[in-house]
């Protein structure tokens, strides 16, 4: 084996070069090495040119200090401090730094903020917002042509409110795990971005779909109650602790914090959220899994997203009833269909075996003798499974100096089979090279053991000759 496919093995399927070693070893084949070696360092060369980060100075605009107004606004009128060409996985762009800014810069498991910087007829994409040593970066591919100018800058909104959204949903999901799993429950990390969120907590088990049913009902109902929004900022921390407000995972605190709080939910929190729960409209829990050891995560969506998921689940509903021409009860229809397969998946079964037992006497029936040799052979279209076992069932009739050879094909598929008997092995025979060079004739390949092999192919009409070439080899 070449050492690029090895590698393919090994980065796309996981398979490990030792693994692949032994398996070709058993197949008296040999792997690359160094063709290995070369496509692993040419990976880690990749990685690393994607990683490496190329920053430029800071250019100064303006003196002055960043300031972030996006809890109350959406769009304000800015300049620009400094800024910087950036350069990662061989694009540009820059970094630019705001005296006003309504962006939020990524933090605390909530994305940054996307939006423009306008300025007259000119309109410059930000396409996100970092934080680097605590300080807002806006990145964007191009400088307006005037950086002294006096901008407005406007986040999208859109994003800005689905991401709200969410993130004020994590918020009564904590609420709601608590309730229903036990305060043993601690958040652990969390994502949000504009179309999903996602929440990892302490917790020792799966939960049921009992749990994430009632999960779901209780951050509904507080969606329905329409909480509003309750937020203190600059509070001292001793105070907010005395509140009840709970500090998430991994977050660091200053003297003075923000609190948010939607009812009986109280959290510490530095993130953007919804005016009012009742814009959330809804939520749904879409997936439910284990991360670490006594760490769960659950993956969620609310708003537009969820809706759009109970319209793909509505349309996959639908389609299931014109599949079973608008059975009154599908459930109850599908059952049946699924009994009525397994009870068809028996007797077909049963008819397998009873053809590939009439097959075999068949096989058995027109043996020939060729140079002293006991040579049984099969033709025609059957499946490989089948072949295999009639090549397995025939062995056990076996004298010495016997062999089965199967040349047969389904769907244009053609597949080699060989069987030898133990003597012609000890003889110096070996399946497994004979297969793979009559296979040359159905354009493929394959391999196996010294006393049984199998190659499978492209070209079905090479299958005369192959079969010709292994009866040359055996005689």
Same mark, same amino acid.
């Given at each position: 084996?070449?050492?690029?496919?090895?590698?393919?093995?090994?980065?796309?399927?996981?398979?490990?070069?030792?693994?692949?070693?032994?398996?070709?070893?058993?197949?008296?084949?040999?792997?690359?090495?160094?063709?290995?070696?070369?496509?692993?360092?040419?990976?880690?060369?990749?990685?690393?040119?994607?990683?490496?980060?190329?920053?430029?100075?800071?250019?100064?605009?303006?003196?002055?200090?960043?300031?972030?107004?996006?809890?109350?606004?959406?769009?304000?009128?800015? *300049?620009?401090?400094?800024? #910087?060409? /950036?350069? @990662? +996985?061989?694009?540009?762009?820059?970094?630019? $730094? %705001?005296?006003?800014?309504?962006?939020?810069?990524?933090?605390?498991?909530?994305?940054?903020?996307?939006?423009?910087?306008?300025?007259?007829?000119?309109?410059?994409?930000?396409?996100?917002?970092?934080?680097?040593?605590?300080?807002?970066?806006?990145?964007?591919?191009?400088?307006?042509?005037?950086?002294?100018?006096?901008?407005?800058?406007?986040?999208?909104?859109?994003?800005?409110?689905?991401?709200?959204?969410?993130?004020?949903?994590?918020?009564?999901?904590?609420?709601?795990? *608590?309730?229903?799993?036990? #305060?043993? /429950?601690? @958040? +652990?990390?969390?994502?949000?971005?504009?179309? $999903? %969120?996602?929440?990892?907590?302490?917790?020792?088990?799966?939960?049921?779909?009992?749990?994430?049913?009632?999960?779901?009902?209780?951050?509904?109902?507080?969606?329905?109650?329409?909480?509003?929004?309750?937020?203190?900022?600059?509070?001292?921390?001793?105070?907010?602790?005395?509140?009840?407000?709970?500090?998430?995972?991994?977050?660091?605190?200053?003297?003075?914090?923000?609190?948010?709080?939607?009812?009986?939910?109280?959290?510490?929190?530095?993130?953007?959220?919804?005016?009012?729960?009742?814009?959330?409209?809804?939520?749904?829990?879409?997936?439910?899994?284990?991360?670490?050891?006594?760490?769960?995560?659950?993956?969620?969506?609310?708003?537009?997203?969820?809706?759009?998921?109970?319209?793909?689940?509505?349309?996959?509903?639908?389609?299931?009833?014109?599949?079973?021409?608008?059975?009154?009860?599908?459930?109850?229809?599908?059952?049946?269909?699924?009994?009525?397969?397994?009870?068809?998946?028996?007797?077909?079964?049963?008819?397998?075996?009873?053809?590939?037992?009439?097959?075999?006497?068949?096989?058995?029936?027109?043996?020939?003798?060729?140079?002293?040799?006991?040579?049984?052979?099969?033709?025609?279209?059957?499946?490989?499974?089948?072949?295999?076992?009639?090549?397995?069932?025939?062995?056990?009739?076996?004298?010495?100096?016997?062999?089965?050879?199967?040349?047969?094909?389904?769907?244009?598929?053609?597949?080699?089979?060989?069987?030898?008997?133990?003597?012609?092995?000890?003889?110096?025979?070996?399946?497994?090279?004979?297969?793979?060079?009559?296979?040359?004739?159905?354009?493929?390949?394959?391999?196996?053991?010294?006393?049984?092999?199998?190659?499978?192919?492209?070209?079905?009409?090479?299958?005369?000759?192959?079969?010709?070439?292994?009866?040359?080899?055996?005689?």
């Amino acid at each position: 084996m070449n050492g690029v496919d090895a590698f393919t093995l090994y980065d796309t399927y996981g398979f490990p070069l030792d693994l692949t070693e032994l398996i070709l070893k058993e197949n008296d084949m040999t792997v690359d090495e160094e063709g290995f070696k070369t496509e692993m360092q040419k990976q880690k060369d990749r990685a690393r040119n994607a990683a490496a980060v190329e920053t430029g100075d800071w250019v100064t605009v303006r003196d002055g200090e960043a300031q972030f107004v996006g809890y109350d606004l959406v769009e304000s009128e800015t *300049r620009i401090l400094r800024y #910087r060409k /950036v350069k @990662q +996985k061989n694009k540009e762009y820059y970094q630019i $730094v %705001l005296e006003v800014s309504p962006f939020y810069a990524e933090m605390g498991g909530q994305v940054g903020d996307s939006g423009w910087l306008k300025d007259g007829d000119e309109k410059i994409e930000i396409f996100d917002t970092k934080r680097e040593n605590n300080l807002a970066v806006h990145l964007t591919n191009k400088l307006p042509s005037d950086i002294t100018a006096v901008f407005t800058a406007k986040i999208n909104t859109k994003n800005r409110t689905a991401t709200e959204s969410n993130h004020t949903a994590t918020h009564l999901l904590h609420e709601a795990l *608590r309730e229903v799993l036990g #305060r043993h /429950v601690e @958040q +652990k990390g969390s994502y949000v971005s504009p179309q $999903v %969120l996602r929440f990892d907590f302490s917790h020792f088990q799966k939960m049921t779909d009992e749990e994430i049913r009632k999960v779901e009902k209780m951050v509904t109902a507080k969606i329905r109650e329409n909480l509003t929004l309750v937020e203190n900022r600059h509070v001292p921390i001793a105070e907010a602790k005395a509140m009840g407000a709970m500090a998430l995972f991994g977050e660091k605190y200053g003297d003075d914090v923000r609190v948010v709080r939607f009812g009986n939910s109280i959290e510490l929190c530095g993130g953007t959220h919804i005016s009012s729960t009742g814009r959330i409209g809804s939520f749904r829990i879409i997936n439910e899994s284990s991360i670490a050891a006594g760490i769960r995560r659950v993956e969620a969506i609310t708003a537009e997203a969820c809706e759009e998921y109970f319209y793909t689940q509505q349309d996959i509903l639908q389609e299931m009833k014109v599949i079973f021409n608008n059975a009154p009860n599908l459930v109850q229809t599908i059952r049946k269909f699924i009994e009525e397969n397994a009870e068809m998946k028996k007797q077909v079964e049963e008819y397998i075996k009873e053809k590939t037992v009439q097959i075999k006497e068949r096989v058995i029936s027109q043996k020939q003798d060729i140079n002293g040799i006991s040579l049984y052979t099969l033709r025609g279209h059957f499946p490989p499974d089948m072949v295999k076992d009639i090549a397995f069932q025939i062995k056990g009739q076996f004298t010495d100096h016997s062999a089965f050879i199967g040349a047969t094909d389904v769907e244009g598929k053609p597949t080699l089979t060989l069987m030898l008997s133990d003597d012609l092995v000890s003889q110096g025979l070996n399946a497994s090279l004979i297969v793979r060079e009559a296979a040359k004739h159905i354009q493929g390949g394959g391999g196996g053991q010294p006393h049984f092999a199998t190659a499978g192919g492209k070209n079905a009409d090479g299958l005369a000759k192959s079969m010709e070439e292994i009866v040359t080899k055996l005689k």
